[in-house]
């Protein structure tokens, strides 16, 4: 391989909340390995360090504007890794993360008390956003169909917009958490619905360069004129190279109506001013290396998940899971397990943590017995975090 995705980098006193600030702290004699938050334990590609760097020489930092070549890079990216056409600059606008996104088109759509539609298993930022901005939630559980795979209800979806008057929801491609890439017509099915049903759609793309084996990431955008026209895409280089503590992303919104309410909301609180070092970050990740550097990844990843996958299999009866298309988390479903060697999932939780395997307490995704472990380090990392699992939490 070019890049180097082996190496061990130590990340303690860096500000790092996988390994300085993780939810629980190990006992005596065990390390931190953070599978926890969604960051990846890889060094970044080499080209943004030095895109940085180089605008980092120059002395001046005063309010800035996003240059002709940072959209050119977003376009470029876009029409070469999903084959987008017809995107122009005018479509693309810089955001201060996903879900600051999420919450202006919120605000600009929806009114304080107003249902909005989300699939569950939901990611825990969209719950926190909304319910913060006083929105009410409706959720239309994915179901597994008999290989395990998730798979939309348009039924029960349909079902709900029409029964809550629901005219707003949240979209989620690649799936967080169950990794689920969707294919193009389970989305036509479900932009069908919300067309019928006069709903904004606000489609979280950000994992979108993360996908896994011989799955395509389709944008929901593509799907037809109307899904063009009618949703809000956001996307953004920080998952795919671990980028977010820049807290840079982007929106791509063709509809001049949808665009200019979404903009007008959050200029309100200034909150999405420029980042003059995210902007230059995306330069560097959207170079041609950072092509090179995300297949690489992706190779890196697929196989964690592939030892991950097949070590759980063998060796833990009762733990279920569907084996994640795209994004570089496992989403485990430890009820069987749980009830079969009477424990909790608070105590199983525990167990982990207890010996450094940080994985994260997946309830809030609103499974009552999920946890879900991140995949994104070196595979030695991950065997050792199995060694650990093997000799301390499931050896009952």
């Known amino acids: 391989m070019t890049y180097d995705f082996t190496s061990i980098i130590d990340r303690h006193g860096r500000d790092s909340i996988a390994v300085d600030f993780p939810p629980e702290v190990p006992e005596d004699g065990f390390d931190v390995i953070p599978m926890w938050v969604a960051d990846m334990n ?17 002395p001046m930092f005063g309010y800035f504007m996003p240059s002709k070549e940072y959209y050119d890079s977003i376009i470029k990216w876009q029409t070469t890794r999903n ?45 926190s956003s909304l319910e913060n901005n006083g929105r009410r939630i409706i959720h239309s559980d994915l179901v597994q169909d008999e290989d395990g795979i998730w798979r939309m209800n348009y039924e029960d979806m349909e079902k709900k917009i029409q029964k809550y008057k629901i005219h707003m929801a949240v979209f989620c491609s690649p799936h967080n958490p169950c990794g689920r890439v969707w294919e193009r017509e389970e989305i036509e099915k479900a932009m069908e619905i919300y067309k019928r049903n006069d709903c904004v759609v606000v489609s979280d793309e950000i994992w979108s360069d993360i996908i896994l084996y011989n799955n395509k990431h389709i944008p929901t955008q593509s799907i037809s004129e109307d899904a063009k026209n009618r949703t809000i895409a956001i996307y953004a280089p920080s998952k795919t190279f671990n980028l977010a503590g820049l807290v840079g992303s982007y929106h791509i919104i063709y509809n001049k109506y949808l665009r200019d309410r979404v903009m007008a909301q959050s200029s309100k609180s200034h909150y999405n001013e420029v980042n003059v070092l995210s902007v230059h970050a995306l330069i560097g990740a959207y170079m041609p290396e950072g092509h090179v550097w995300v297949d690489e990844l992706r190779q890196v990843l697929a196989e964690n998940v592939d030892y991950a996958s ?5 060796n833990y009866k009762g733990i279920k899971f569907s084996k994640p298309q795209g994004t570089y988390m496992l989403y485990l479903d430890c009820e069987e397990w749980c009830k079969n060697h009477n424990m909790s999932l608070d105590q199983l939780y525990k167990k982990g943590t207890d010996v450094g395997v940080m994985w994260q307490d997946g309830r809030p995704f609103n499974r009552s017995y999920a946890i879900r472990i991140n995949l994104a380090l070196p595979k030695s990392k991950v065997i050792e975090a199995f060694e650990r699992l093997d000799k301390y939490v499931f050896s009952v």
Do not use: W
């Open 83 to 127: 084959g987008v056409t017809g995107l122009m600059a005018e479509h693309i606008g810089y955001e201060n993360g996903v879900l600051g996104c999420v919450t202006s088109a919120v605000d600009a759509f929806s009114a304080p008390g107003d249902y909005i539609l989300l699939h569950s298993p939901t990611y825990i930022g969209f719950t």
């Open 310 to 314: 097949d070590h759980i299999i063998n």
């Open 42 to 58: 890889f060094p970044t590609s080499p080209t943004i360090q030095k895109t940085i760097i180089e605008r980092a020489k120059h």
